[in-house]
């Protein structure tokens, strides 16, 4: 796994993503319909993922991660 503060400009699910999310903010987005420990789930729903975690509304604590996000292409 990356060091948490590095940019992952092409990030894969196995490698990366799946590390980006902790308990509490899968919990945060099961009422969304969005199961963050899937690929599956995420790969369908990364537009909203990534706009959500880009603008700071996910994850829920105020710290966010969207420095972690730049250059993300989940398509």
């Not at 590095?6 to 990366?16: A, D, I, R, S």
């Not at 999310?21 to 199961?35: A, N």
């Not at 993922?49 to 604590?61: C, L, R, V």
């Amino acid at each position: 796994m990356a060091d948490e503060d590095q940019v992952v400009e092409h990030p894969t699910f196995l490698e990366h993503i799946r590390f980006f999310f902790e308990p509490l903010d899968v919990q945060h987005m099961q009422p969304r319909g969005i199961d963050l420990a899937t690929y599956e789930s995420v790969k369908k729903n990364a537009t909203s993922i990534y706009s959500q975690t880009k603008s700071g509304s996910m994850p829920p604590e105020p710290e966010g991660r969207s420095h972690r996000v730049e250059g993300m292409n989940w398509s």
